[in-house]
């Protein structure tokens, strides 16, 4: 079954602490993003990678680091430094950044992050 | 900041209506895509248009591109209460030496039976 996965589907953070949200794809595709989506509203890119070991900041990306070892594999951390994590998180992959049909993106189910 | 914004931000209409929502963005584009998301779920691809395309139709979907205006609009005819859900267009534009998909900020799209 091809696709894009997303673990876990809920997380809890304490104050201060780092947490790591998995992405994973088995599509072979080439890019790679991580997206915050808040209540009621669209979402905006945290990070994109279009290659393996390569990676950018996107519009907020403050608070935030990511990885891309892998070309499989994606995974944001969200540090103690990210004074509102509190959102749904989510991953998408296509099969490359570079403009035409090859850019339709794939999305996993989401990560709902919340600090207690 | 988002490069798309979508208008109206909630739609409400009756089943068998046609719904049309429509999406501005602020630079030059290689093509513009249009996502559902039903609520608490990740977002699904319905329809991508390039932008030397001027129209495109998929199913009960249309999809129109004016770039001289920088804007779109997305038409989904003879609605159901299944098509209730966000919707939102995203484009793929080139900055910093990059290309990135960027979403605007969503149609809510309640439909009633």
């Known amino acids: 079954d091809g696709g894009i996965t997303q673990s876990p589907k809920y997380l809890f953070r304490k104050e201060g602490q780092n947490v790591t949200l998995s992405c994973e794809q088995n599509l072979n595709h080439d890019a790679m993003y991580w997206y915050r989506q808040d209540p009621g509203q669209g979402l905006r890119l945290i990070y994109y990678s279009q290659i393996v070991n390569d990676f950018q900041k996107g519009d907020i990306a403050e608070g935030y680091s990511v990885s891309r070892e892998k070309k499989e594999s994606f995974p944001l951390t969200v540090t103690s430094a990210q004074k509102n994590p509190t959102a749904f998180y989510l991953c998408?992959?296509?099969?490359?950044?570079?403009?035409?049909?090859?850019?339709?993106?794939?999305f996993g189910q989401g990560t709902r992050l919340t600090v207690v | 900041s988002q490069q798309g914004e979508e208008d109206p931000q909630a739609l409400s209409i009756q089943e068998g209506e046609n719904a049309t929502m429509n999406c501005s963005y602020k630079t030059s584009i290689n093509n513009l895509q249009w996502y559902r998301q039903n609520s608490g779920r990740g977002l699904v691809h319905l329809i991508l248009i390039r932008s030397n395309e001027r129209e495109k139709h998929s199913g009960r979907l249309r999809v129109t591109l004016d770039t001289s205006k920088k804007s779109s609009s997305l038409l989904i005819t003879a609605s159901r209460a299944a098509d209730t859900a966000s919707y939102f267009c995203a484009t793929v534009g080139y900055s910093g030496g990059y290309n990135k998909l960027i979403f605007g900020a969503g149609t809510r799209l309640a439909v009633h039976p």
């Open positions: 998408a992959s296509s099969r490359s950044a570079g403009g035409g049909m090859n850019t339709e993106a794939f």
